[in-house]
């Protein structure tokens, strides 16, 4: 890995990309492969560290169950591009070969209601070409046995290219093939935006070393500081952090099968991690907006609450021992959980890149493969992600993902 610089080498650059975690680097990566670009980019990442980021916070794992088609479709290209990494990369000796580990995303029912949104979701994602299949009690049974599903209706699950997948080592490798190929990314954070007369472009930024920097295209990938950085732009948008914890436990009774991850009717979710130990993750009842720098953990909740459901839900894990935890932030975009992105309907060269809600590793490949063609052909030339524009932000049309874990 190259070190960042704090100051950049140029005063101007074709494309500014504020965040340069998993969003921000796929799209450096994508748009420096693309031989129809001939431009300079500058990625400006507050930390090179990458600690607090939501990408080093991630749960890590791809699904296809989704509400909307074009989120599976999305999704689709995601594991395409997870299969053949290694190809993406030139198959360069250096990169390793990545894989999906398929145990599934289980969705588990207790009510008509969410039974029917399931049924409603499978047709989408069948639809699609997702492999998505609905379960009985009994079926969930037979194939589980470990379950509790006494309160149970439906479930759905989905055992081809849904599970985890090693993001971090794809994040790493995008960002460092994209330095190779000339980004440049440095260690520092945006102060201001400036606008011209007009209103209608951005011009510069201002950066907290004091450089003013000229650029052609800003994008915004900031994660759960996407409303701070719009801000500075005099753009509003409904992006804001919200606290998620996950915990890492060992079972003193492992089971016999991987465990999908497994959406539970409490909202809390959890998955296999190997070596008999599991990831359980989720929030509080109550979740308000936090600070951008609160990552403290709710050290009752995996005793009072999160335990208590696990082992409803998984009599075996009767006798476990947390092995660590932590909070992360989610990108929750409150007006419909999608994201929202390309260009702002009247300041034309702010890009966004935000809002994902949870769901933004796994879609990082088609978004920065997506905004690439964009800044390139004024469109896209793959997954059209017009239905992502802000102008929906702005007129309050929501596209509504019913599949926020």
């Known amino acids: 890995m190259k070190n960042f610089k704090k100051i950049p080498t140029h005063d101007k650059y074709d494309v500014i990309i504020i965040g ?36 080093a916070h991630t749960t890590s794992c791809i699904r296809q169950q989704f ?34 580990k398929s145990f599934g995303y289980m969705y588990l029912a207790a009510s008509e209601d969410f039974a029917n949104n399931l049924r409603s979701n499978q047709k989408v994602q069948a639809e699609a070409g997702a492999a998505t299949e609905l379960l009985t009690p009994d079926e969930i049974k037979k194939r589980y046995p470990f379950y509790n599903v006494d309160d149970i209706k439906l479930g759905s699950i989905n055992l081809i290219n849904e599970g985890y997948w090693d993001s971090i080592t794809a994040f790493e490798w995008m960002k460092n093939k994209a330095q190779e190929s000339g980004v440049e990314y440095i260690e520092n954070e945006v102060t201001e935006i400036t606008k011209n007369n007009s209103g209608d472009r951005i011009i510069n930024i201002k950066l907290a070393s004091g450089e003013i920097v000229y650029g052609g295209n800003f ?39 991987d465990l999908p991850l497994t959406i539970d009717p409490s909202g809390f979710h959890v998955r296999e991690n190997g070596g008999g130990t599991y990831q359980a993750g989720g929030h509080g009842t109550y979740d308000p907006a936090v600070n951008f720098d609160d990552f403290e953990m709710d050290n009752n909740l995996w005793e009072n609450t999160v335990w208590p459901i696990l082992y409803n839900r998984i009599p075996q894990f009767d006798t476990l021992k947390l092995v660590s935890q932590w909070a992360g932030h989610y990108a929750m975009n409150t007006l419909d959980q999608n994201a929202i992105v390309g260009p702002h309907t009247e300041v034309k060269n702010f890009m966004f890149l935000n809002g994902f809600s949870g ?37 309050g049309n929501s596209i509504i993902e019913q599949a926020v874990i």
């Open 20 to 55: 340069g975690a998993i969003m921000g680097s796929s799209t450096a990566w994508f748009l420096s492969q693309n031989p129809d670009f001939n431009g300079n980019i500058l990625v400006v990442e507050k930390d090179q560290k990458y600690e607090f980021c939501s990408t």
């Open 359 to 395: 769901h933004g590793t796994q879609q990082a490949p088609a978004m920065g493969r997506g905004l690439g063609e964009y800044l390139v052909y004024g469109k896209y030339k793959t997954l059209d992600l017009t239905s992502f524009h802000f102008d929906r932000i702005g007129k």
């Open 219 to 257: 994008v915004n990938a900031t994660g759960p500081r996407a409303a701070l950085i719009s801000k500075m732009a005099g753009i509003n948008i409904p992006v804001e952090p919200r606290k998620r914890y996950s915990w890492i436990f060992k079972a003193e009774s492992p089971l016999d099968r």
């Open 67 to 100: 509400s909307t088609k074009l989120n599976v479709e999305i999704s689709q290209f995601a594991a395409n591009f997870i299969n053949n990494f290694h190809e993406y990369m030139d198959n360069d000796a250096r990169v390793p070969k990545l894989t999906i």
